[in-house]
């Protein structure tokens, strides 16, 4: 069921568009991840979301109900920002009940939540703990149980392992999830590292200046980035202009690409992503094969990357295309003249001609 639907949202800062026509649905349950690079527009989504700021045009429906005219407090959604700053004054338990304190519920029932908020985190018998003494990690922890402890109905997070190291995100990101999945609440997390999004995330929705470029799931984002500046964000450099001449080709500079189905019609100029771990170097008894795309060129560097050999091909354009290639293969020695063979699967089609990349 969809929780959340957002329609047509723009919003735009000292005649600066922030956010230009943003559409949305949000699954009750499931955990969406807003990624984008700085400024793409990730956290005045989530305050337009959560009532603190107003969208210039557009409409936040929750549960059907059109929000506009709901303030924030009374929308019972959780939120937590990167600084998720804890009551220094309080201790642990303080701060866990401070949300359901100021909803005046039974102390009771606020005793008995605490507890069971204690034990999600894994702090039980820190309830009188000062939160001075609390590592990086507990505090987070402590904040997600604040957090949730007034049952909302949907959780915002805003980069909230952002002040951590990295180790320690890694961690604290994977037992967030748990939680978020045992508690079974909607969340709608907001990150610029792809590797939190696709740890954390059923559905990643990619952001660039103020638009939706993408919503998929991490595998699907990973594997079929949709346009070139998906791919650039996530990392992808290798991009080729060209035109589907055929079903199964695209004719570039770099010659004739095969490609697996896409579904984009013949004659239209696109961008095709070489997948960086989709080649081998084609050995001397290698049969020719039809259906796959043979990319020749001087190796420019071979790293030895343990799993792998980092290669860097010059191609006969100039482009420099990047790979990574089995340590079973042999390796290459800069200076060689190479070729190497490219699966269908391993040039993504997108409908796209972006030029410039994500800043
Ligand atoms: P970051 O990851 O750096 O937080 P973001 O994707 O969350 O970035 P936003 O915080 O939504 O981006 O900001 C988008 C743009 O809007 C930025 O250029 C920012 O400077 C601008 N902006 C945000 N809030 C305001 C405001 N209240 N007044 C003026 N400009 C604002």
Redesign the pocket.
């Known amino acids: 069921m969809t929780l959340l639907r957002l329609r047509t949202l723009s ?1 735009t ?2 005649r ?1 568009p ?2 230009d026509a943003v559409s949305l649905d949000v699954e009750e349950g499931s955990i969406l991840c ?1 990624l ?12 337009i979301i959560a009532g603190l ?1 107003i969208p210039d045009t557009g409409t936040v429906y929750f549960d059907d109900r059109d929000m506009a005219t709901v303030a924030p407090h009374l929308r019972n959604f959780g939120m937590m920002f ?1 600084e998720f700053a804890l009551f220094p004054h309080k201790n642990v338990l303080g701060n866990i009940t401070f949300g359901l304190k100021m909803q005046k519920r039974p102390r009771r029932e606020i005793r008995a939540r605490a507890k069971e908020m204690l034990s999600l985190v894994g702090l039980e018998g820190y309830a009188r703990r000062n939160v001075s003494e609390l590592s990086g990690g507990e505090r987070q922890r402590v904040a997600l149980a604040r957090t949730l402890a007034p049952n909302p109905r949907l959780v915002l997070l ?2 909230p392992l952002g002040a951590l190291d990295k180790a320690l995100r890694e961690r604290l990101l994977l037992e967030m999830r748990d939680i978020l999945k045992k508690v079974g609440v909607t969340t709608i997390f ?3 590292d792809q590797t939190e999004a696709f740890a954390i995330a059923d559905t990643v929705v990619v ?1 660039d200046r ?1 638009r939706i470029e993408q919503t998929d799931t991490p595998e699907n984002l990973y594997a079929h980035p949709a346009t070139a500046s998906v791919a650039l964000f996530l990392g992808f450099h290798n991009l080729v202009r060209g035109r589907i001449e055929a079903a199964g080709t695209m004719s570039t500079d770099l010659g004739i690409l095969r490609l697996a189905e896409h579904g984009v019609p013949t004659g239209r100029d696109v961008m095709a992503l070489i997948r960086p771990d989709g080649a081998r170097i084609r050995e001397a008894s290698d049969q020719p094969d039809e259906g796959k795309t043979i990319i020749s060129g001087v190796v420019k560097n071979c790293l030895f990357k343990g799993r792998n050999y980092h290669l860097e091909l010059q191609t006969g354009t100039g482009q420099v295309l990047a790979f990574d290639i089995s340590n079973e293969s042999r390796p290459a020695d800069p200076g060689q003249l190479i070729e190497l063979i490219l699966s269908p699967e391993a040039v993504v089609v997108m409908t796209d001609s972006l030029v410039e990349p994500f800043t």
């Open positions: 919003k800062f000292e600066e922030v956010l807003l984008g690079p700085s400024g793409c527009g990730k956290t005045t989504l989530l305050r700021e990167q805003d980069e907001v990150t610029h952001m103020g």
